[in-house]
Every structure is written in C-alpha cells, then in structure tokens.
C-alpha cells in the first residue's frame, strides 16, 4: 500500500501568511494526488488534482506542485475562509489512500 | 444538480450487520465510479472501496481494514450504491461518505454522510 504522509499535522498562521503543506509518498505516484479541504461538520472539497492543475472555483491563491513521491500544497495569502483541514489522496493504485491531514489554525 | 445522499446509518451491536445506500441524481450513474469513504469522528478521511461499473471487467476493490467483512454493489437502474457491513467493529464508528470519482483523478462531488456507530 502506498503511504501517505502530510507535514505539519498542525499550522499556526495568520491571515496573510504564505503557507505550504507537505505531502510525501511511500512509493512513486507520478502526478496522481488530489489535495482537499475540509471545514468542520462538512463534506471535503477538492482543490487540487493531477499534483497541479486548479479545480474550478477554487480561489488562485491555491497551488500545488510536485510529482513521483513529495508534493506540495501552498497558500500564497491566508485568508479568514481558509483555517480549515487539508488532505493529500493518492488515486494511482489501489488502495487509495489520504495523508493523515493537516489541521490549519488561526494564530 | 449532481447529488448523493447517503442513508442507513445507525447504532448497531459489535458483531451486527448494517446496509448503506446511496441514491445518486443529476448525472448518469452508470457513467461513474461511486467510491465509500468514512471518517471516524475527529479523525483522517479513509478509503473503504469501489465496485465495477457496467462494460468494465475489474474486480471490487476495499481497503484492508474492510475486506472480508464489508461487500459494496449497485444498481445502475436505481442509480444507488450499496455497502453491506457485516461482523462490525467498534473501529468502523465513522460517518460514510459516497463520492462520485472524476476519471480517476480525484473525488468530485460528496454526500453529506450517514453515521454509523458500532457499540454496545
């Protein structure tokens, strides 16, 4: 199984802050990580898929980088909307599977 | 609008059985992967598994933590998606989401969750 394993599990920020999560696999993924957000009592939300590519609606202070095993989700300028849970998903082989998250916390 | 809606979620025995669905709309299901994913309470999100779709020969997929224990089905004419649980451990406590996968990219739309806890 191809673990998954995110970097910080808790984030103290301010609003405005540059933030940048990690997200590293056990084994080559090529490009197949999909990054989510999700805020309390709420279905996650995908922000990211294919490593990179922007999902529609999504506000551009979000990015994402990186192929075979690390990665990374950025936030360029924190704003108020964003403390929330981040997750990495791996969907190239079976099982899929999520990096343990990332709980995003106002400072 | 793309919906899911999950639902028989409820308080069950250790060692008791339980059936979910979910009912799908706004989209032609057979044209879709449905996936289970749950979410202990506080807790990561975990894959549980996907079935075949119609045409497609593949064998059913479930995490380890599932198999041998959890079967998922659907039926394309009712655009629903089963997961029978069976011999249920206190462990499998989470709310159960269906989503529908985009090309096997990522998880595009979710369900609000059915809640399933496991306790004596």
């Known amino acids: 199984d191809i673990q998954l394993t995110q970097s910080p599990s808790f984030l103290s920020a301010s609003v405005g802050d540059r933030v940048t999560i990690t997200c590293r696999a056990s084994q080559d993924i090529s490009s197949v990580l999909a990054w989510y957000q999700q805020k309390p009592g709420k279905a996650p939300n995908v922000l990211i898929y294919g490593s990179s590519t922007l999902q529609s609606g999504v506000p551009s202070r979000f990015s994402g980088s990186g192929s075979g095993t690390e990665f990374t989700l950025t936030i360029s300028s924190l704003q108020p909307e964003d403390f929330a849970a981040y997750y990495c998903q791996q969907l190239k082989s079976f099982p899929l599977t999520f990096g343990q998250g990332t709980r995003l916390e106002m400072k | 609008e793309v919906q899911l809606v999950e639902s028989g979620g409820d308080l069950v025995r250790p060692g008791g059985s339980l059936r979910l669905s979910c009912r799908a709309s706004?989209?032609?299901?057979?044209?879709?992967?449905i996936d289970w994913v749950r979410q202990a309470p506080g807790k990561g999100l975990e894959w549980v598994g996907r079935t075949r779709k119609a045409g497609k020969s593949y064998i059913t997929q479930y995490a380890a933590s599932v198999a041998g224990r959890f079967t998922i089905s659907r039926d394309d004419s009712r655009s629903s998606l089963y997961l029978q649980m069976n011999s249920l451990k206190t462990e499998d406590t989470a709310l159960y989401y269906c989503v529908r996968v985009f090309s096997n990219y990522y998880f595009d739309y979710w369900g609000r969750g059915t809640l399933v806890t496991v306790s004596s």
């Open positions: 706004g989209f032609t299901f057979s044209d879709h992967y």
